[in-house]
């Protein structure tokens, strides 16, 4: 199972950005989703994440500007940057928790993105 990530880069304050991560391999069924971001030598932290049926969740540090979707028939999701901040420079990782059906059973894991790098200049 692969996590192919897209879409960051460099961007002025106030601007916009789409991240994309799809999912790749034998998989059966995706459930979570989630998008975290890491500045060097901090902890990574969640941005936001979203359900199979798109319940979705945000830290309050982003609620209202970005806005987290899937698309389920692509293995994607998305996540959506507006009204960015310099302190929304970061890397960016997508996650997504899948399942895989075998004839002895299922397998159950996280993969993870290489993450990509969004810059916000001020």
């Known amino acids: 199972v692969q996590l192919q990530a897209s879409g960051g880069g460099l961007v002025q304050a106030g601007g916009s950005l789409t991240l994309s991560c799809q999912a790749s391999?034998?998989?059966?069924?995706?459930?979570?989703m989630e998008w975290y971001r890491q500045a060097s030598g901090k902890q990574r932290e969640l941005v936001a994440s979203?359900?199979?049926?798109?319940?979705?969740n945000y830290a309050d540090s982003v609620k209202g500007r970005f806005t987290i979707s899937r698309d389920n028939v692509k293995s994607t999701v998305y996540l959506r940057m507006n009204s960015l901040e310099p302190e929304d420079t970061r890397v960016y990782y997508c996650?997504?928790?899948?399942?895989?059906?075998?004839?002895?059973?299922?397998?159950?894991?996280?993969?993870w993105g290489q993450g990509t790098q969004v810059t916000v200049s001020s």
């Open positions: 391999g034998s998989i059966s069924s995706i459930n979570g």
């Open positions: 996650a997504a928790d899948y399942i895989i059906y075998q004839d002895s059973g299922y397998t159950a894991g996280r993969a």
């Open positions: 979203i359900t199979k049926d798109h319940s979705t």
